[in-house]
């Protein structure tokens, strides 16, 4: 294969943007690392200048989407991660944590770097891995070349499946699901391991793409042919590398004559559900006898529930592993089960097949819809009256005037509930298929992070608009806090009492994030001359919004439509000094990386009005990447000697259910699955010192939000 003569190309050979990019730090000693389609970021420091030559990316032994090579002495990383360690023929060596040190001697050897983006180090050499409390050193001794590759963490489907209406064929579509999983070992428990369902349109005929693998025939999900039972089987379908057949009575079945009845109805969704919890968890504690042995906390908590070896089941047939686990009784292991990253409320229509790739691939549990239509809350309504600025609405007027009722769904204790269907829900996400397509077609880019900040609340010679001093301090707040990380480039933009057609052209413009604040109504957002109806734009160019101005929903739904992967909206009236404190508290989470169902859960938690608040469309996209990868927040209370800590972890769409995360506090040498609350710690006042300074996270102390580095010991 041939390259391009200039080392930092960002064009490949077929003339498009690399998804992955290497440059040298301008400036500076050492290789900045770019992931172009998420918008992800990593240094490289060094202690001499060096050029990175592209290389082919067989040369180096772990799967790459690039890879250069460079020639230094050592390298260090600007934050803690862990660091595995695999020799000549990939075999797991050892692990560096933090605050450790180990030395290898002369060999050839494969780092893997857990950092923002997935890295690759490849070399021969004699080696010392070390970490402070902050950052991680790799010295090489002598200067040596070293090849480096880099994974991008964007999946899409590679082929689109067509199904018609008639549930038969939409079995037949399911099927296909599993095609896109790079492994049947406990290995597809990580989130890179599992590649994203072929796409799926709703046409005349069914047409399956010849070169779609079929399904493991030795696992078979029989199920009723029905959309209800269809929509609830997909992620098990996918996850399972199943065949699906339509059956009367529903069943799991091996080819070694196992069988498993599902049960019909509810029934058959609550026995899915579990078996996808049950077979996922037991697949992480089983893969770490294979190429990943962390010392897995949930591993130390089941493993003697087990009567199989686990070395011998890391190595069993797909089919025979499954039939194992259900030896196991799902009552032991479901304490120890991560909180699951999202249920999906399903309107069983025919439309929404096409939802389901993209649900299934973030492991959904998937649950008829069921809610009561209701007007808003009395408790929400007495909120508003106390401080009403507008006058009361219970629905809203969706595309084409066609209203939309709210509903209050029936909610399991998942991250994030999506409601997939008409109706506006009370305490769920309201998701859009056109947000998941729009986030497919996300396309590399140069740019560092564009925010966008839109203030039309102040034009003393318009009538449409007040004096709003409140709104004036959320324009502030957010100019601070938008690209306040000094590891990460962001470009802001504000604009200031804007008309309609300046609006739409801000509306229209590529940027990242959209922060608007200011006036909004039923007909749209009031500019100084009139109001704009974001029903009326054909596209708009932000990935992502946030309205914090009353009654915004409409408008957001019309944004997600238009181009828009998703945001947070509001879903009646606020009240000024609250949606200034929203503003700030979820501006600096989107900040840190946390994703937009995150930010909302977190940040409604803590404001008066903040069950005002919804967010419409990919509720698991993120604006920018986490500092330590996996995104946390952390509740601290005082204790007899010295302080409780409690971590909580959010899935994100780059480090999905199956990511493991090490707490970085001295007694600690345990990972965890991410995903909800972890162990409560108990440290010294040293220890929560120590652990307040690693990384500005979010914490709760007395229901009140603050943050790690703005946080003193005596305020504890």
């Given at each position: 294969m041939g390259f391009s003569n200039d080392p930092y190309s960002s064009i490949d050979e077929s003339g498009r943007l690399k998804?992955?990019?290497?440059?040298?730090?301008?400036?500076?000693?050492?290789?900045?690392?770019?992931?172009?389609?998420?918008?992800?970021?990593?240094?490289?420091?060094?202690?001499?200048?060096?050029?990175?030559?592209e290389i082919d990316n067989s040369q180096i032994s772990s799967s790459v989407d690039a890879a250069v090579s460079i020639t230094t002495n050592a390298i260090t990383l600007p934050t803690v991660v862990p660091v595995h360690v695999r020799d000549e023929t990939g075999s797991f060596?050892?692990?560096?944590?933090?605050?450790?040190?180990?030395?290898?001697?002369?060999?050839?050897?494969?780092?893997?770097?857990?950092?923002?983006?997935e890295l690759s180090l490849q070399v021969e050499s004699a080696i010392t891995v070390s970490s402070s409390l902050t950052q991680t050193y790799i010295d090489f001794g002598d200067e040596t070349e070293v090849l480096i590759g880099a994974c991008s963490d964007h999946e899409q489907p590679t082929e689109t499946v067509t199904t018609t209406d008639d549930p038969q064929d939409m079995i037949a579509t399911i099927s296909t699901f599993a095609s896109a999983l790079k492994t049947q070992s406990p290995e597809r428990s990580f989130p890179s391991n599992r590649g994203h369902p072929p796409a799926v349109k709703l046409g005349k005929e069914l047409h399956i793409p010849t070169n779609i693998e079929h399904s493991d025939p030795d696992i078979r999900l029989e199920i009723p042919a029905n959309y209800r039972s269809i929509y609830a089987a997909a992620p098990l379908v996918y996850y399972l590398g199943a065949d699906a057949v339509p059956a009367e009575t529903p069943k799991l079945v091996t080819e070694s004559g196992f069988q498993y009845t599902l049960g019909t109805g509810g029934q058959f969704e609550k026995a899915v559900e579990k078996i996808l919890k049950q077979v996922f968890f037991l697949d992480c504690i089983v893969r770490t006898e294979g190429a990943h042995p962390v010392d897995l906390h949930e591993h130390q908590a089941v493993e003697p529930y087990f009567d199989y070896d686990l070395t011998s089941l890391y190595d069993c047939p797909p089919a025979e592993r499954?039939?194992?686990?259900?030896?196991?009784?799902?009552?032991?292991i479901e304490p120890h089960i991560p909180d699951w990253m999202v249920t999906a409320h399903v309107d069983p229509e025919p439309e929404h097949v096409e939802i389901l790739p993209f649900i299934s691939h973030r492991l959904a549990v998937v649950r008829t819809s069921r809610g009561q239509e209701i007007s808003p809350p009395n408790e929400q309504k007495a909120l508003i009256n106390e401080f009403l600025r507008n006058g009361d609405d219970t629905q809203y007027q969706s595309r084409e005037g066609v209203a939309e009722p709210y509903i209050q769904p029936e909610l399991n204790n998942s991250l994030e509930n999506i409601w997939i269907g008409n109706g506006i829900p009370l305490g769920a996400n309201k998701a859009l298929l056109e947000a998941y397509q729009n986030r497919l077609g996300r396309r590399p880019t140069e740019d560092d992070i564009d925010v966008t900040v839109v203030y039309n609340g102040i034009d003393l010679s318009s009538p449409l608009v007040d004096v709003d001093l409140n709104m004036n301090h959320e324009r502030d707040i957010v100019d601070e806090v938008y690209g306040s990380r000094s590891d990460f480039p962001f470009g802001i933009t504000v604009h200031q009492n804007l008309t309609v057609e300046e609006l739409r052209s801000v509306l229209q413009t590529p940027t990242n994030f959209l922060h608007y604040i200011g006036h909004i109504d039923d007909e749209g957002i009031q500019c100084t001359d009139g109001v704009l109806d974001a029903a009326t734009l054909d596209t708009v160019g932000m990935d992502a919004f946030f309205l914090n101005a009353c009654r915004s929903y409409r408008q957001g739904y019309h944004l997600v439509?238009?181009?828009?992967?998703g945001g947070i909206a509001t879903l009646g009236d606020l009240v000024d000094n609250e949606a200034v404190k929203m503003g700030k508290t979820v501006a600096r989470l989107l900040n840190r990386g946390f994703p937009l169902y995150a930010a909302h859960e977190i940040a409604r938690e803590v404001i008066l009005l903040g069950g005002q608040y919804i967010v419409i469309g990919d509720g698991g996209f993120s604006i920018v990447q986490a500092e330590?990868?996996?995104?946390?927040?952390?509740?601290?209370?005082?204790?007899?000697?010295?302080?409780?800590?409690?971590?909580?972890?959010?899935?994100?769409?780059?480090?999905?259910?199956?990511?493991?995360?090490?707490?970085?506090?001295?007694?600690?040498?345990?990972?965890?699955?991410?995903?909800?609350?972890?162990?409560?710690?108990?440290?010294?006042?040293e220890e929560v010192q120590q652990f307040l300074l690693l990384e500005d996270i979010p914490i709760q102390i007395e229901g009140k939000l603050r943050w790690s580095h703005d946080i003193n010991i005596e305020d504890l």
């Open positions: 998804d992955v990019l290497f440059v040298p730090i301008e400036g500076g000693y050492g290789v900045e690392i770019f992931d172009r389609i998420d918008r992800h970021q990593y240094l490289l420091w060094t202690p001499n200048i060096v050029s990175p030559e060596v050892s692990s560096v944590e933090q605050s450790s040190s180990k030395t290898f001697c002369q060999g050839i050897y494969h780092l893997e770097l857990f950092a923002p983006i499954l039939e194992a686990y259900f030896d196991i009784p799902f009552s032991v439509q238009a181009g828009s992967i330590s990868s996996v995104v946390n927040m952390c509740e601290i209370k005082s204790a007899d000697d010295g302080y409780e800590v409690k971590i909580k972890t959010y899935p994100t769409g780059s480090y999905g259910m199956g990511t493991v995360f090490i707490p970085y506090i001295e007694s600690n040498n345990e990972y965890y699955l991410i995903g909800g609350s972890l162990d409560t710690f108990n440290l010294s006042t």
